[in-house]
């Protein structure tokens, strides 16, 4: 059984930054696109980031753009999302999600495997 487990989430002020981390554990990321999605409340999840083994590429939503990137350590298993520059809509639980397939994918509903999510506020 795939499993993902997200940690980084906290209260952090406007213009602040966290790391989220994402573990995955009896699967190798080589052969996965490996999606951080977000819900707000009240809200439809979206899509924030995504990275295809494939073929190295990586997708930022354009809400994300030049404030977030994400990373990986294959040896680790681990999935990073870096947020620089946070305001108070990156509110949200933040998720991260995997599929097995070649092409990139970034709609939420491809991704088969989801963790539970870490929340993040942005507030003063």
């Known amino acids: 059984q795939v499993q993902l487990v997200e940690s980084g989430g906290g209260l952090v002020q406007p213009g602040g930054s966290l790391r989220l981390s994402c573990i995955a554990s009896r699967f190798s990321l080589e052969y996965y696109v490996i999606g951080w999605f977000r819900q707000a409340p009240g809200k439809e999840r979206e899509t924030v980031s995504c990275?295809?083994?494939?073929?190295?590429?990586?997708y930022y939503a354009d809400f994300v753009k030049g404030r977030f990137t994400m990373s990986r350590d294959e040896a680790n298993k681990t999935t990073y999302l870096q947020m620089n520059s946070l305001m108070p809509e990156d509110t949200a639980v933040y998720y991260c999600?995997?599929?097995?397939?070649?092409?990139?994918?970034?709609?939420?509903?491809?991704?088969?495997?989801w963790g539970r999510g870490t929340r993040v506020t942005v507030s003063s």
């Open positions: 990275f295809s083994s494939s073929d190295g590429s990586t």
């Open positions: 999600a995997a599929v097995r397939i070649a092409a990139m994918r970034t709609d939420p509903a491809f991704f088969d495997y």
